[in-house]
Every structure is written in structure tokens, then in C-alpha cells.
Nanobody, 126 residues
Framework: QLQLVESGGGLVQPGGSLRLSCAASGFTLDDYAMGWFRQAPGKEREGVSCINRSGGSTSYAESVKGRFTIARDNAKNTVYLQMNSLKPEDTAVYYC???????????????????WGQGTQVTVSS
């Protein structure tokens, strides 16, 4: 069955970096756009980034543009989120999900089918 497993989170100081991974199984990754989302305590889950099926088109939340980079390796069934220049406000549980794609672009902030992994905690603190 479909499974999404996020990893790579941890505790990092402001200005530091982390690379998150989303390992997908139970479906063919290159049939779907993928998205990263996050949920901070007391807040709604929000879109962070998405990438289309081929990897040629990406979208980012304004708050992470220029700091985060999404990528995918369809051969490894894995989607990545490279996070640089981390800020305390990036602290959240990060999730990946399949995303809709329209006209070869991922639909930012939307999940295709509301399937989620367990998430990975990112804490940015000195």
C-alpha cells in the first residue's frame, strides 16, 4: 500500500541546514507531483514547496524562497527538501504528500489525496 516516510529532521541552530527526505513506496513516484508541508504548534498545516512529476517545475512559499530547494529522484523513489539559512519560525513537523499537477505544474499547497507520512520534526533554536 501507499507509504510515505519522512526523515532528516532534527535540532539545528539558526542559520543552519538540514536535508529532509521523503521515501515513497506503494506507487510509482514519477506518476505524481509531490509536495512538502509543515505544521507548527497551534497552527494549520501549510504548503512549503512542491515539484512536478518531471522535476522541471517547482513552487515555494514566500517565506522559504531562496532558502529551501525541493528535488526528486524518481529512480530512488525519494523527494528531498534542502533547507538552508534556517530560522526559528521554520520550526515545525514537516510532511510530504502527493500533489495535484495541472498543465505540467504542481498545484502548490494542495494534497492529491490527503495521504501523509508520520512527519519529521525540525526544531531551529539556539
Amino acid at each position: 500500500q501507499l507509504q510515505l516516510v519522512e526523515s532528516g529532521g532534527g535540532l539545528v541552530q539558526p542559520g543552519g541546514s538540514l536535508r529532509l527526505s521523503c521515501a515513497a513506496s506503494g506507487f510509482t513516484l514519477d506518476d505524481y507531483a509531490m509536495g512538502w508541508f509543515r505544521q507548527a504548534p497551534g497552527k494549520e498545516r501549510e504548503g512549503v514547496s512542491c515539484i512536478n512529476r518531471s522535476g522541471g517545475s517547482t513552487s515555494y512559499a514566500e517565506s522559504v524562497k531562496g532558502r529551501f530547494t525541493i528535488a526528486r529522484d524518481n529512480a530512488k523513489n525519494t523527494v528531498y527538501l534542502q533547507m538552508n539559512s534556517l530560522k526559528p519560525e521554520d520550526t515545525a513537523v514537516y510532511y510530504c504528500s502527493r500533489a495535484p499537477e495541472l498543465l505540467r505544474r504542481c498545484v502548490f499547497g494542495r494534497t492529491f489525496d490527503n495521504n501523509w507520512g508520520q512527519g519529521t520534526q525540525v526544531t531551529v533554536s539556539s
